[in-house]
Structures are given as structure tokens and as C-alpha cells.
């Protein structure tokens, strides 16, 4: 039984992308196997599928291996977490993010980051990572501030917390609403300049550190911003059951953007998923780890070697870290039942105190 782990970006492997480059994919563990694959979610693919069962913690990693939850716990599908609060304890009694690693000898990065007009943090990574924490936070555009021992990337972090008010997370809502209305690129380059340049004249700036001159990054072909409309819906959580169908438009973070399937408009995907089907393509769990076969119902398959076809209706996004912990199927229906909520304009507020997004 494949369970999703979520969202991933990740440098190709074969068959697919050139090495090195990052793709947006979800990921699958099988207990019984231990064993773990990923799946493409580029632009184009149709997804359709359903949750089964109930959402399982998918326990802890240590030194690259996946430890299955001791206690078979079920996880509220409303939630973006993938775990139960005693494996989320033992996962931050060794972890950067929570301060409890502060023995770890790898050089890390103090890297500035742009959501949108106004939104700048401040952030660290392990330098052996490279851009993949920004990738996976969904950065717009960031540039390298620093580079040294963990407690010095600690300590610069803090220098611009308090001396320049620079946040280090915000609000997932507040990082969607600025996608839809970005600046052009100078103005982007021009607000990370100017903090970047405020940030290295701060006194207090910690002597191992070794300070990055500007170079600024854009992502804005790699995420595709410019296939993102200004008016989005957002998905809500899974139950068992319920259904996704649509067209992925383009992966931010651990968002996915969907053209949602309408009532008729699902029938040639229903066709294709079930060719894919036939010929062993789909099935989760089986040869590739598709999401969904079309062999269940007729609304088309995803996944590796999986379905492309056309779909029509409303744009929403769907943070994919809502799908870890579920078996998903193939979908029976044509639509998508879970809620699609209709997003107000505005930035959103801060993120309170808590786990920041994902790992170091």
C-alpha cells in the first residue's frame, strides 16, 4: 500500500529531467516494502484521484530511512502536517529547525527571500542543499547573504530579526495573495538589493560569517508564475472519498495550481485513464506509482508515464502537503468534491510561533 508523502522538488532522474534541475513531484512510501518513489507533477498532467482509507503519520526519517509511526496514527485531513505529535517530538529532538542540533559541523547559508512586494525573510540553510530550501518555500526571488558555522548563520539571523525587522516565515495565505500581482523583475532585484545591502552594514555581524556579495535568483520561469491567474480558489483537507480532478497549470512550493474539471469535461481523461490502465501504467503501487488508474471509474490517471489530457473550469490551489498520509486512488467521479473556497484579496498575516515549513 503506497502512501503519499507530499509534495518534493527534486533534480531529475532518468527519464525525465536533466540532472540538477529542480521538478515539483510528490512522493510515495510502501511500509510493507520500504520502499519509496516519486512522481512528476508537471504542467499539463490531469490528476484524478480520490483519498481511501483513513490519513496515516508517516512516523519519522533518520540517516536517509523512513521509521513507520509505532502507533498507527490517524492525522486530521485538514492539516498540512504529516505527523503525530509524538513522532513530531522525537523528529525535533535532533533538528535544526528547533534548535536542538546545534552540534551540526556543516557550513550553512544566511539567504534573503522574496514572496512579493514587502514580504523579505531572512532564512538559513545547509550550504551542501543549495537553492533547494528556497525552491521548496516557494521563493519568488532570493540572494545569498552570508555563509559560515551553523550558530553564526543563527546568530546573523537573529541580527536581522531585531535590528532591521526582518521576519523569518510568513503566512502561506500571504505568500499566494502577492503571487497574483508581482512586480517585474528589476523591482524584485531592487528590494532584495537594498536589504541586502542594509543587512551587511549592520554592526554585531558574527566574524565567522563570511559575507556574499548580491547576486540575485528569479523564479519565475521555474515555478511558472506568469500561467498563475489573479483570482485563485483554494482547496481545502481531504476526507476519505472525497476527489481532485484537474489539470496542473504549474507547482510553487508546496503549492499546485488546478484547472478544475467541470461536470462533462472529464471524458477524454476518462478514456486515457483507462488506456493507461490497460497497459499497467497507473495503478498506485504498481509499476510506476501513478496516482490513480482510471481502472476504478473514469475520470483518468496521474503520475509517471501517466494521463495528459484537457480539462476546463476554475483555477485553484492545493497545498500538497494535505495529501501526505493518504492512499490515493483513482477517482470515480468527474469533479472535484473537496471544498473549493473563494480567496478575498489581501497579504494574509505572519505565521505565529511553531515548526517552521519543512527541513533545513
Given at each position: 500500500m503506497?502512501?503519499?508523502?507530499g509534495?518534493?522538488?527534486?533534480g531529475?532522474?532518468?527519464?525525465?529531467?536533466p540532472?540538477?534541475r529542480?521538478?515539483?513531484?510528490?512522493?510515495?512510501y510502501?511500509?510493507?516494502?520500504?520502499e519509496?518513489?516519486?512522481s512528476?507533477l508537471?504542467?499539463g498532467?490531469?490528476?484524478?484521484?480520490?483519498?481511501?482509507?483513513?490519513?496515516?503519520c508517516l512516523g519519522?526519517?533518520r540517516?536517509g530511512r523512513?521509521?513507520?509511526c509505532?502507533y498507527?496514527?490517524v492525522?486530521d485531513?485538514a492539516?498540512a502536517g504529516?505527523?503525530c505529535?509524538?513522532c513530531?517530538?522525537?523528529d525535533?529532538s535532533?533538528?535544526v529547525?528547533?534548535?536542538?542540533?546545534?552540534d551540526?559541523?556543516?557550513p550553512y547559508?544566511?539567504?534573503l527571500?522574496?514572496?512579493?512586494p514587502?514580504l523579505l525573510k531572512?532564512?538559513?540553510?545547509?550550504a551542501?542543499r543549495?537553492?533547494?530550501?528556497l525552491?521548496e518555500?516557494?521563493?519568488?526571488?532570493?540572494?545569498?547573504l552570508?555563509r559560515g558555522?551553523?550558530m553564526?548563520a543563527?546568530?546573523?539571523?537573529?541580527l536581522?530579526?531585531?535590528?532591521?525587522?526582518?521576519?523569518?516565515?510568513?503566512a502561506?495565505a500571504a505568500?499566494?495573495a502577492?503571487?497574483g500581482?508581482?512586480?517585474?523583475?528589476?523591482?524584485?532585484v531592487a528590494e532584495?538589493a537594498?536589504?541586502?545591502?542594509?543587512a551587511?552594514?549592520l554592526t554585531?555581524?558574527?566574524?565567522?560569517?563570511?559575507p556574499?556579495?548580491?547576486?540575485c535568483?528569479?523564479?519565475t520561469?521555474?515555478f511558472?508564475l506568469?500561467?498563475?491567474?489573479?483570482?485563485?480558489?483554494?482547496l481545502g483537507?481531504?476526507?476519505?472519498?472525497?476527489?481532485i480532478v484537474?489539470?496542473?497549470l504549474t507547482?510553487?512550493?508546496a503549492d499546485?495550481?488546478?484547472?478544475?474539471?467541470?461536470?462533462?469535461?472529464?471524458?477524454?481523461?476518462?478514456?486515457?485513464?483507462?488506456?493507461?490502465?490497460?497497459?499497467?501504467?497507473g495503478?498506485?503501487g504498481?509499476r510506476?506509482g501513478?496516482?490513480g488508474?482510471?481502472?476504478?471509474?473514469?475520470a483518468?490517471?496521474v503520475g509517471p508515464?501517466?494521463?495528459?489530457?484537457r480539462?476546463g473550469g476554475?483555477v485553484a490551489?492545493l497545498?500538497?502537503?494535505?495529501l501526505?498520509?493518504?492512499?490515493l486512488?483513482a477517482?470515480?467521479?468527474?469533479?472535484?468534491t473537496?471544498p473549493v473556497?473563494?480567496?478575498g484579496?489581501g497579504?494574509?498575516?505572519?505565521?505565529?510561533?511553531?515548526r517552521?515549513?519543512?527541513?533545513?
Open positions: 503506497w502512501r503519499c508523502t509534495p518534493r522538488w527534486s531529475g532522474g532518468p527519464g525525465s529531467e540532472e540538477g529542480f521538478g515539483q513531484r510528490l512522493g510515495w510502501c511500509a510493507e516494502r520500504d519509496e518513489r516519486v512528476m508537471p504542467a498532467k490531469v490528476l484524478a484521484f480520490a483519498a481511501q482509507g483513513e490519513r496515516r519519522v526519517r540517516a523512513r521509521l513507520v509505532p498507527g496514527a492525522l485531513g492539516g504529516d505527523q505529535a509524538r513530531a517530538q522525537l525535533r535532533r533538528s529547525a528547533a534548535d536542538t542540533m546545534a551540526d559541523p556543516r547559508g544566511v539567504y527571500a522574496y514572496f512579493g514587502g531572512v532564512g538559513i540553510t545547509a551542501e543549495g537553492p533547494a530550501r525552491v518555500q516557494g521563493a519568488v526571488a532570493y540572494a545569498w552570508g558555522p551553523l553564526a543563527r546568530r546573523a539571523e537573529a536581522l530579526g531585531s535590528a532591521l525587522a526582518v521576519p523569518d516565515r510568513f502561506k505568500k499566494r502577492a503571487r500581482a508581482l512586480p517585474p523583475v528589476p523591482d524584485r532584495l537594498q536589504l541586502h545591502r542594509a551587511q552594514e554585531g555581524w558574527p566574524e565567522t560569517l563570511q556574499v556579495e548580491f547576486a535568483a528569479d523564479h520561469e521555474l511558472g506568469d500561467r498563475i491567474p489573479g483570482e485563485v480558489a483554494e483537507g481531504m476526507t476519505s472519498g472525497a476527489e484537474g489539470e496542473v507547482g510553487v512550493g499546485v495550481y488546478l484547472r478544475l474539471a467541470t461536470g462533462g469535461e472529464g471524458e477524454g481523461a476518462a478514456e486515457e485513464g483507462e488506456r493507461a490502465a490497460e497497459e499497467g501504467e495503478a498506485v504498481g510506476t501513478d496516482v488508474s482510471g481502472r476504478a471509474g473514469r483518468g490517471g508515464g501517466g494521463v495528459t489530457g480539462v476554475g490551489v497545498d500538497a502537503r494535505m501526505s498520509g493518504w492512499v486512488g477517482a470515480v467521479g468527474r469533479v472535484t473537496v473556497r473563494a480567496v484579496p497579504a494574509g498575516e505572519r505565521e505565529g510561533a511553531g517552521q515549513e519543512g527541513l533545513f
